[in-house]
């Protein structure tokens, strides 16, 4: 009698929790959704599918501990897990690899002021076609065509203290020159080298046009972002690709006139 009753009592408690709890699965696709992380925020970038290494962390994981299917709890729980408490579903949080926030970049200090790339300029000046013009305190060079336009360049000069006005001739041009500081120079800067050999990493850059017998030259930067500054001991430095441009269009003899 009494093993009747105890199996009527489990039988109505199953009969209760049936009705009142949702359908059952033990498919693990069923409960995917459940588990699935937070959209990632807008700044992050966008993944096409887990990485390999996460997706089989989540793979063993689920085959080892099947606690991520949800079977209701309680004593229905109890009896399909054989006694053991199974522990509630974790989420995945390491299913996508996270990127970092990307702060905004500021604007890199050491970027070119537009106005100083080479353009054509309407010239009303004096000098003839093929002269070359440096405006100092400007920070541009000319070159003036024979057609009332000059082609502007943005330049680099003479820092306070090393600045100089005058009209020269350029003497000689070299490509890639090398570089030998005179010594009024190394008596300043006793840190630089005697001698560079000419290439990228000399300051020289890739062209130089001397100017009659002075120590000063118009000549290419490996430091393009001082175009626009006075940093120089009184040469004009051009970037390079500039400095390739007006080597070029310029012979030895032609005038240089600096104001």
């Known amino acids: ?62 085959a080892a501990n099947n606690s991520d299917v949800n079977l209701g709890g309680g004593f229905i729980e109890f ?6 408490t199974v522990a509630p ?27 100083y790339f080479k353009q ?3 010239y009303t000046g004096s000098e003839p076609p093929g002269t070359v013009v440096i405006d100092t305190p400007q920070r541009f060079l000319f070159l003036v065509q024979d057609n009332g ?6 330049i680099g000069v003479g820092k306070p203290g090393f600045t100089w006005a ?5 003497s000689a041009k070299k490509e890639w020159p090398d570089w030998t500081p005179p010594p009024e120079m190394l008596q300043r800067r006793p840190d630089l080298p005697h001698f560079m050999a000419g290439g990228p990493e000399n300051p020289l850059g890739a062209r130089a046009m001397y100017l009659g017998s002075s120590l000063y030259r118009i000549h290419g930067s490996n430091e393009p972002w001082t175009i626009g500054q006075a940093v120089s001991s009184g040469c004009i430095r051009m970037r390079n690709e500039d400095v390739i441009d007006l080597y070029e269009k310029v012979k030895v003899g032609t005038k240089v006139v600096v104001i």
């Open 89 to 115: 579903p974790r989420p995945q949080t390491d299913v996508l690899a996270r990127g970092e926030p990307v702060e905004e970049i500021a604007a890199d200090p050491r970027a070119i002021d537009p106005k």
């Open 79 to 84: 009896l399909f897990s054989g006694g053991r």
């Open 120 to 122: 054509v300029v309407p």
């Open 166 to 170: 005058g009209a020269k001739k350029v």
């Open 149 to 154: 336009t000059a082609v502007r360049y943005g």
């Open 1 to 62: 009698m009494q093993r009747h009753m105890f199996w009527a009592l489990v039988m109505s408690a199953i009969g209760i929790v049936s009705a009142q709890a949702e359908p059952m699965s033990l498919q693990p696709g069923r409960y995917a959704q459940a588990t699935a992380r937070p959209p990632v925020p807008a700044y992050i970038a966008p993944q096409t599918a887990p990485t390999p290494i996460a997706a089989e962390r989540a793979s063993a994981r689920y």
